[in-house]
């Protein structure tokens, strides 16, 4: 009979469990932690659709290998390049140079038209955005104040809070960017489902401009101020401006936090090929063009990816506007789990990876090293 009463309790805690599960962020996230490649299965999105004529990668027909630095050999994990893509949990890698697709490998059953978490790849989709929204006129610059888009938040101390600051992520916001915490704001955003009433809570604690700070809610309220702006959803301005214009091979979504509320989760998870993901690395790399055709304004590009002030993220990279770069002119975009678009001008080259995890690699020094060989 106790065993009975106990398995009721039991039966009925999971029920209790299961009956909110969609509403509340902490339960999904302890359910669905930790973070993995198919995630955006959980989530609603708005598609974004791509049109003819599509850009497609040229052919390479170079033979070479590809060699992998000593320490990893002396590591004895991995005995060449493709037990290094295997076993540090890669599913896409690719490498493009002068337009032509160099090296492909997809792995654990991807192939190139797999849907794919970008994570906060998303970010450097937004400063593109946030680029081609100023050239058109629906932003006037980077110093008009967040007010003038939300009134409401000067109540919340962003009186002198500027899209730069939200941009560059010196706005002293109160937000906590930990992705172990089930409770923290990370936590909140990603599984919450409603965006705006959260970001809308968070306050100004420090001086804007004066610390860099890695957070994701400034390119949420940014993202926010883009639809305002526009009058579009951002999946919808994205698909208009970048993805068909650009040549997308694949329709793409962009997760939004509910059907109710369709706010897109707007600083982590577009989802979309690993070839188009390199269309977009490419982009970039041409300066905003595709075909002699601007896409984002060249002078933003520019902008996008100069070194101006001592904001460095955890690793020690200069953080731009939402894009990392290095004093040698090299520039990468880069997600959790060891998502990448890394892109060297010098050379001509994009390379992106894909994983299940990051595993035991310093990415962009792999990335450095390997533009050595090509």
Not at 143 to 169: A, C, W
Not at 302 to 308: G, H, R
């Amino acid at each position: 009979m106790e065993l009975r009463i106990k398995g009721i309790v039991q039966l009925s805690t999971l029920f209790l469990l299961l009956s909110f599960l969609s509403s509340c962020f902490v339960v999904r996230s302890v359910f669905w932690y930790p973070t993995g490649v198919s995630d955006y299965k959980h989530f609603s999105a708005d598609s974004i659709h791509n049109q003819q004529p599509i850009s497609n990668f040229k052919e390479c027909h170079d033979n070479f290998q590809i060699l992998i630095p000593d320490e990893y050999l002396k590591s004895g994990k991995y005995g060449s390049f493709d037990d290094l893509l295997k076993n540090s949990h890669t599913i896409a890698f690719l490498i493009i140079r002068n337009d032509s697709l160099l090296f492909s490998k997809y792995l654990n059953g991807y192939d190139e038209s797999s849907v794919l978490p970008s994570f906060s790849i998303a970010k450097s989709f937004v400063s593109a955005l946030v680029g081609i929204a100023i050239e058109e006129g629906y932003l006037r610059n980077l110093d008009q104040p967040v007010t003038d888009f939300f009134p409401e938040l000067s109540n919340r101390g962003y009186g002198k809070v500027t899209l730069r600051h939200l941009i560059t992520m010196r706005s002293g916001i109160n937000f906590e960017e930990g992705y172990n915490d089930p409770f923290g704001d990370a936590s909140r955003i990603y599984y919450g489902k409603n965006l705006k009433k959260f970001i809308f809570k968070l306050k100004v604690i420090s001086e804007p401009g004066e610390a860099y700070s890695y957070q994701s809610g400034n390119t949420q309220l940014l993202a926010m101020i883009l639809e305002k702006a526009t009058g579009k959803r951002i999946s919808e301005y994205l698909e208009e401006k970048i993805w068909k214009p650009l040549g997308m091979k694949y329709t793409s979504t962009w997760s939004l936090d509910s059907k109710k509320n369709h706010e897109a989760k707007a600083f982590c998870c577009i989802q979309a090929s690993a070839s188009d993901f390199a269309r977009f690395g490419q982009l970039y790399l041409d300066r905003g063009y595709r075909d002699e055709k601007s896409i984002v304004p060249e002078h933003w590009v520019k902008e996008s990816l100069t070194i101006q002030n001592d904001s460095r993220d955890s690793r020690g990279y200069p953080y731009a506007y939402f894009w990392r770069v290095r004093e040698d002119g090299e520039f990468f975009a880069y997600g959790v789990l060891g998502q990448y678009i890394y892109v060297c001008p010098a050379k001509k080259i994009v390379m992106v990876r894909i994983g299940e995890k990051a595993g035991e690699v310093n990415w962009p020094r792999l990335f450095h090293f390997l533009l050595q060989q090509l």
